[in-house]
């Protein structure tokens, strides 16, 4: 059925588009009976605003933008459901994009944004990224800008994001209590902030309460590359008798190597990681890991989002709390 226009509620009703016009938005020069019959008409013909007429008026409009390296992750993939049933709440839909961590893409996205004048925009930053200005182009058009998990450095930006340095804190801690000698710590790409707290925070860890315990550091970031690394260094003499695996991506690969290795977890190798909660259900014994809650995360970002656009109080970096899940793994 093709959309209804203001013509023809004006023409069957007897009354001047711009009549039907306020009337529809709820101006306070038309009667409340007019409001009603326009109201009633519309309902009745399926009429609906044309949202590209709102927005070239009123310059905004009820989208707001999404911006990840990726989204057939598990973690984006609960941060994108939560966003959605939040939005969705306040009737505001998504516009998602994807970097594929190319600083070329992101730039070629965030301009699109800026085009398609989105009210305000989530964004995890690629491993290319170095410097921010053309998110700042966004925030200076005033759209506000969330950084969500892949945030950047420097502070005066708007930040959710998990509390990395506390996660790998915890998983530290968790192998400490086993008493585990050699660690394989696997993390993401070292240029990304999230992986050098954790790296930092892992580490410093073990320096602080079990300094001779023998850590052996990777950084595999994803699949294929944390498979064939335990794989490699499985073939040495000095064997490590756990491993730590910084998210979902990474213990995929490991736990692919440990079932072609035939090892059984934990006598011949401990397992735990950081992890949104999905992927360690699906091995047994289950994954002992840290929770680091996509779906909290989405939450979060957006009540961010609607205290910035509402100028409510503003917190610029909020974390979403860490908790140890205990499996058999460990």
Not at 33 to 53: F, G, Q
Not at 91 to 102: A, F, R, V, W
Not at 110 to 128: D, I, N, P, Y
């Amino acid at each position: 059925m093709q959309q209804s226009t203001l013509k023809k509620l004006s023409e069957t009703l007897g009354i001047s588009i711009s009549t039907v016009s306020r009337a529809l938005k709820d101006h306070p020069d038309i009667s409340d009976k007019t409001k009603a019959k326009v109201k009633e008409l519309a309902a009745m013909m399926d009429y609906e605003p044309n949202s590209y007429a709102i927005q070239l008026r009123t310059g905004k409009n009820n989208v707001l933008g999404v911006l990840l390296p990726y989204i057939n992750n598990f973690f984006y993939d609960t941060f994108i459901a939560a966003l959605e049933e939040e939005a969705r709440k306040k009737n505001y839909t998504l516009m998602i994009m994807q970097s594929g961590d190319s600083v070329v893409d992101e730039v070629a996205a965030l301009k699109h944004f800026r085009k398609s004048l989105v009210t305000g925009l989530f964004a995890a930053v690629s491993v290319e990224t170095e410097e921010l200005t053309e998110f700042e182009k966004v925030s200076e058009s005033g759209t506000p800008v969330v950084f969500i998990d892949r945030v950047p450095v420097p502070g005066g930006y708007i930040k959710t994001c998990m509390s990395d340095e506390l996660a790998a804190q915890m998983a530290a801690e968790a192998i400490i209590k086993k008493k585990k000698k050699h660690v394989l710590a696997l993390f993401g790409h070292p240029h990304l902030s999230i992986s050098k707290l954790r790296h930092e925070s892992f580490t410093r860890t073990f320096e602080k309460l079990s300094p001779k315990t023998k850590i052996t550091v990777e950084w595999p970031e994803q699949i294929e590359n944390s498979h064939s690394i335990f794989r490699e260094v499985w073939k040495r003499s000095d064997k490590p008798d756990v491993v730590f695996c910084m998210g979902d991506m990474i213990l995929i690969g490991v736990m692919r190597a440990i079932h072609e290795l035939k090892l059984k977890v934990p006598e011949d190798i401990a397992v735990i990681g950081i992890s949104n909660g999905l992927i360690p259900t699906m091995y047994d014994p289950r994954i002992t890991y840290v929770e680091t809650s996509g779906f909290k995360l989405g939450k979060l970002a957006f009540e961010q989002m609607m205290n910035s656009l509402h100028n409510k109080p503003l917190q610029q970096e909020v974390y979403v709390e860490s908790v140890l899940v205990e499996g058999g793994s460990l």
